[in-house]
T-cell receptor, first 114, second 113 residues
């Protein structure tokens, strides 16, 4: 089944404790992206990657890092999480670069930072 | 800069009634427009998309949307709502380089029996 998977689905952590949220897609998509969803704000793009070893900032990149060493994986790294990073995170992928391509979303990771 | 406005935060409709969810966008060129649905605890599922051509777009689950350039709108409609349609609905515009989607704040649909 074609899908985007994220792990973990739920995570509670403390301020300053480094964490990684994994994202993997099995559709051989070139493009991958991370969004965060906050009430009243919709989804906002954090980082995106156009292909292996090619990443760039989205609209809200502060406090996040990403890497793209393999085509299928695009982990999101919070080196020193803070309470304002408490949010619902979505990974997405699409076949290639272009505003008209549908993005496929993972199930989401709910992160709470205390 | 691109933006999307969904004026209604919550909408409640009776089962079997018709539905219209509003979406207004701001974008300089011809937009790529999307409607996604998010059921509780789930990811986002694409309902429909508009790229060009016919301004009335059909989607899954009996939804349709109409692109009106003069009003910068892309409203979502369904003639008869089912209880399973209760979810949050997001309108989004494709914002060019980086495949970025710019989302509206979402509309939560409640269906009463």
């Amino acid at each position: 089944e074609a899908q985007v998977t994220q792990n973990p689905r739920y995570l509670i952590t403390v301020t300053g404790k480094k964490l990684t949220v994994t994202c993997s897609q099995n559709m051989n998509h070139e493009y991958m992206s991370w969004y965060r969803q906050d009430p009243g704000l919709g989804l906002r793009q954090i980082y995106y990657s156009m292909n292996v070893e090619v990443t760039d900032k989205g609209d809200v990149p502060e406090g996040y890092k990403v890497s793209r060493k393999e085509k299928r994986n695009f982990p999101l790294i919070l080196e020193s999480p803070s309470p304002n990073q408490t949010s619902l995170y979505f990974c997405a992928s699409s076949p290639t670069q272009g505003a008209g391509y549908e993005q496929y979303f993972g199930p989401g990771t709910r992160l709470t930072v205390t | 800069a691109q933006s999307v406005t969904q004026p209604d935060i919550h909408i409640t409709v009776s089962e079997g009634a018709s539905l219209e969810l509003r979406c207004n966008y701001s974008y300089g060129a011809t937009p790529y427009l999307f409607w996604y649905v998010q059921s509780p605890g789930q990811g986002l599922q694409l309902l429909l998309k508009y790229f060009s051509g016919d301004t009335l777009v059909q989607g899954i689950k009996g939804f349709e949307a109409e692109f009106k350039r003069s009003q910068s709108s892309f409203n979502l409609r369904k003639p008869s709502v089912h209880w399973s349609d209760a979810a949050e609905y997001f309108c989004a515009v494709g914002a060019g380089y980086g495949n970025k989607l710019v989302f509206g704040a979402g509309t939560i649909l409640r269906v009463k029996s």
